[in-house]
Nanobody, 115 residues
Framework: QVQFVESGGGLVQPGGSLRLACAPSESVFDDYKMAWYRQTSGSQRDLVAQISPGGSTYYAPFLEGRFTISRGSTKNTVYLRMDRLKPEDTAVYYC?????????WGQGTQVTVSS
């Protein structure tokens, strides 16, 4: 069963940057519309950004242009470049298809923005 594997999270100071990566656990034939989501403790999982197979993107308004989603050369590999990070960006970040498929959620990667 295909799941997505996220990496690249960590502890960063406010104003800093991180680059998250996501890849499927095994080869997938189809090219999906992919997205990054994030979840803080006790809240729902929110859409952060999405990207189509052709490269069209959408970003959640609260990002204010600070994040960039991109696709890798391998099918359904995606990245999230996060700049000018704020403490409120602290969350577990996940990738999945858009709309998401429940069976494909991975463990996520923790991003903590703190001085």
């Amino acid at each position: 069963q295909v799941q997505f594997v996220e990496s690249g999270g960590g502890l960063v100071q406010p104003g800093g940057s991180l680059r998250l990566a996501c890849a499927p656990s095994e080869s997938v034939f189809d090219d999906y519309k992919m997205a990054w989501y994030r979840q803080t403790s006790g809240s729902q999982r929110d859409l952060v950004a999405q990207i189509s197979p052709g490269g069209s993107t959408y970003y959640a308004p609260f990002l204010e242009g600070r994040f960039t989603i991109s696709r890798g050369s391998t099918k359904n590999t995606v990245y999230l470049r996060m700049d000018r990070l704020k403490p409120e960006d602290t969350a577990v970040y996940y990738c999945n298809k858009f709309p998401p498929r429940d069976s494909m959620w991975g463990q996520g990667t923790q991003v903590t923005v703190s001085s």
